[in-house]
């Protein structure tokens, strides 16, 4: 096992609003390592993309609180300064964003923004860093080039326009890029490109890739460790295979069985997670969780369980002995009723 | 097999692309839905899937007449509702409604819930008497799954799958016989959306409803349809019912949409699949002949000279020169 190349430890972001202090990350621990691809998957609102904001310095203002650490390279990106976060920037860590249409300047030319975010890193002249975009527009699977370097963002159909976000991330040989929900807003056939597309850049260039996104199956396509969030936390980490064919926390159950398969029988009705989130300015004493779960007891409203190491380097918080977990999942997988997997889970009274 | 309750024949909508301030000539038009026909029977649920600009939502909008179809025919219980105006119209509405996908921009914030869902009464002329229309309401938020005493709320109170709910009871209110839900679910997270689909399924059981679902997410399309039909361009690329489509697709691009769907079900990862190359052409200016020859894996001479017709083979009905056997 190498070294991690990022490091994140007991990272917090709360922001002070209105209302309240809104903790939108409660402790979050990762890491990757050069080359690793990590997937942080959770609905609306559990911290995952905020968390993604914070590692390059974005949630920085007077009513943002930021704690904990994140080890990038030897240095902490959370006592950073401006100045020296500024440098670790699309050099060190790049980050790509839903939307690709608004995150590229309508007025400048494609490549014009890509040349942009190579000067801004090393003085390089106009030429060079002009032949550098064509280069990398091609290396995203832009056909003919260095002709759509004097293309505008409009020009683009959605998924050429992600491919250019790409080819501006890679412009300084990032080794990690931060991909946040990269193919939401993309049809299925594009979004499959573009995962196959980040997928080959990751291994050619041995870049890590972070991978933040809703969609559990973009997480198993393209993730080797998952990370599923819940209320700003981390409640269940393992490597992919094992999280879908062996999840562990109630969460995640509730999440796998609440969407529809593309294969198998089709079953007569979904079964959804009832409720939904907890709110994030009062948390709820002891488990986010336990107000939906349906294996909760009287002891997971008063005591919070901590993220822990179980078998096999996985890890998940919840306070029910993970063999008994690990019992229930397979009846449920296969349609069983949370009364009878209540029974395995509790075992005998 | 009874009558259908809805038979579309060569349904075409083009949008104009015109130059000019003054004088707009007109230089030539979107093709957004270029000849689609279809049957959908009482008590059915049909599918309509496909890429962004197939032209599913463009159909959706002409079945509910909230655009003008350029041509073609869309009989409603027998009745054709292409030419429909006036007083007419509005009574083919009230068995005609629609769901909307985006539950924040669909309803008025500055309607108190209770007025949004008594809207479709209201403009029936039904339930003339406050009391009775309030009731009413209150039977319909109580059936979606709203406390009915959240009445005199605002939208923003609501978070997206309640609101998603109003948008569903303000649809049911009028009691259609058939519901255009035009991506209900997209906007939801997957907790939420299987909570709206599983009251659809529910609402489609009591009251009998014929649902035309629309969704580019096809697990989702899977789980509610009788019958699917994919669209591609503007045109019809195949339609199946839902168990042969899935096993046995017999379009190339229904097989190529399948494969790029990404799975978390265990052995569904990390197989080979073939990626569809490219992005849709514009529909401004489609592809001659076979829409789909210029991204198929199976094209040859025949697919850019001559237009496939939808052909029925096996249960399948297949707009391909080469359509793939099960």
Known sequence: M?????????????????????????????????????????????????????????????????????????????SMDDESLRAVRGKGIAMIFQDPLSSLHPFYRVGDQIIEAIQVHSPTPKKVARARAAELLGLVGIPDPSARLDSYP??????????????????????????DEPTTALDVTVQAQILELLDRLRRELQMAL?????????????????AVMYAGRIVEQAPVNELFSHPMHPYTWGLLRSIPKLTGPRNAALLPIPGRPPSLISRPTGCAFAQRCAYAEDECRVTDPVLAATAQGRQSACLIPHERRMAAWPALAAGGTEADARKVVRGPK | MSEPLLRVTDLVKHFPITRGVVLQRQVGAVRAVDGVSFDVAQGET???????????????????????????????????LAGLKGRALKDARRQI?????????????????????????????????????????????DRVGLNPEHYNRFPHEFSGGQRQRIGVARAIALEPRLLIADEPVSALDVSIQAQIL?????????????????????????????RVAVMYLGKIAEIAPNEDLYAHPRHPYTEALLAAVPSPEPGRAGRARALLGGDVPSPANPPAACRFHTRCAYADAICSAEEPLLLQRDGSVAACHHPLSG
């Open chain 2, 198 to 226: 599983n009251l659809l399924k529910d609402l489609q059981k009591d009251m009998g409803l014929t649902i035309i679902f629309i969704a580019h997410d096809l697990s989702v399309v899977r789980h509610m349809c009788d």
């Open chain 1, 2 to 78: 190498s070294a991690p190349l990022l490091q994140v430890e007991n990272l917090s972001v709360s922001f002070n609003t209105e209302d309240g202090v809104v903790k939108a990350v409660d402790g979050v621990s990762w890491s990757i390592e050069p080359g690793q691809s990590l997937g942080i998957v959770g609905e609306s609102g559990s911290g995952k993309t905020v968390g993604g904001l914070t590692l390059l310095g974005l949630t920085r203002s007077r009513r943002t609180t930021v704690t904990g650490r994140a080890m990038f390279e030897g240095s902490d990106l959370v």
């Open chain 2, 97 to 141: 409604q629609m769901v909307f996908q985006d539950p924040y921009s669909s309803l008025n914030p500055r309607k108190r819930v209770g007025s949004i869902i008594e809207e479709p009464l209201r403009i029936h002329g039904l339930l003339s008497e406050g009391d009775a229309r309030r009731k009413r309401v209150q039977e319909l938020m």
């Open chain 1, 154 to 179: 409009h020009e683009f159909s959605g998924g050429m326009r992600q491919r250019a976000m790409i080819a501006m991330a890679l412009s300084n040989e990032p080794r990690l890029l931060i991909a």
């Open chain 2, 46 to 80: 049909l599918g309509l899937v496909g890429e962004t600009g197939c032209g599913k939502s463009t159909t959706a909008r002409m079945l509910a007449r909230l655009i003008d179809p350029t041509s073609g025919k869309i009989e409603f219980d027998g009745e054709d």
């Open chain 1, 210 to 226: 972070v991978i933040i996104t809703h969609d559990l199956g973009v997480v198993a396509e393209t993730a080797e460790q998952v």
